[in-house]
C-alpha cells in the first residue's frame, strides 16, 4: 500500500545551465508542493501504513526548510553565493543545482534518512520512503525514487554538503536536527501525537 503526505513551500533560485536564460540567469521563485509517498506491506496497530501525525515533525521541519529561502548550489559563482547568504536571512546550500529533479532526489535522501533512524512505537513495519515528487508549477513536477536519489550519475548527495542557515535551523523544534541526522543518530516516534 502506498500514502501520501503533501508539504508545500515557496523558494527563490537560479537554475544554471538550462536551456531556458530566464531561469539560468535570473533569480526567481515558485510555489513549490512535496509529495512524500510511503509504502509497506503492513499495518500499524492503528491499521495505517504510518500515521500522518507523525510526519508533521521533522519530516515538515526538513521540507519546510526551504520555506521563503533562497536555494543555492555550491557549486555557483562565488559572489553570487556570498551576497545571497549577506542578503538573505533563509538560505539551503545544496550540491547539486536546485532544479525541480534535484530538489526531489535532495528531499528524498533527506527523509529517507530520516525515516532509516526512526524507531516506531505503534507497530509501523517495513515502512519505506516509495518517492518524492516536487511540483515547481501546476503542470511541472519531477518524481524521484531510491534509484534516482542516490545515483552517481546524476550527481552524489552527501548530507554533509547540505548547509541550512542559521535562521532556518533556529525555526526547527530540534535545533540538533540536521547534526543528529548526518551523524546517525536515532529518533523515536512519540506514543501519541
Not at 60 to 71: I, M, W, Y
Not at 148 to 170: Q, R, T
Request: glycine share 6%.
Amino acid at each position: 500500500m502506498i500514502i501520501r503526505k503533501l508539504f508545500k513551500f515557496e523558494n527563490a533560485h537560479i537554475v544554471r545551465g538550462c536551456s531556458s536564460i530566464k531561469c539560468r540567469s535570473s533569480i526567481h521563485g515558485h510555489s513549490y508542493k512535496v509529495e512524500l509517498l510511503f509504502e509497506s506491506n503492513f499495518l500499524d496497530n492503528g491499521q495505517m501504513v504510518y500515521d500522518f501525525g507523525l510526519m508533521k515533525q521533522n519530516m515538515k521541519a526538513l521540507v519546510e526548510s526551504f520555506d521563503h529561502a533562497v536555494a543555492l548550489w555550491n557549486g555557483d559563482d562565488e559572489a553570487y553565493l556570498h551576497d545571497m547568504k549577506k542578503h538573505s536571512h533563509r538560505w539551503v546550500e545544496l550540491p547539486v543545482s536546485p532544479s525541480a529533479e534535484q530538489f526531489s532526489r535532495v528531499i528524498f535522501v533527506m527523509i529517507d534518512r530520516l525515516l532509516q533512524l526512526t524507531n516506531s512505537v505503534n507497530g509501523e513495519k517495513e515502512v519505506r520512503l516509495h518517492s518524492v515528487i516536487v511540483h515547481e508549477t501546476d503542470t511541472g513536477y519531477a518524481q524521484a525514487f531510491g534509484q534516482d536519489a542516490y545515483s552517481k550519475n546524476m550527481g552524489y548527495i552527501n548530507l554533509e554538503d547540505i548547509i541550512f542557515s542559521d535562521e532556518v535551523v533556529n525555526g526547527w523544534a530540534d535545533k540538533e536536527l540536521w547534526n543528529k541526522i548526518k551523524i546517525g543518530e536515532s529518533f523515536i516516534n512519540p506514543k501519541e501525537v
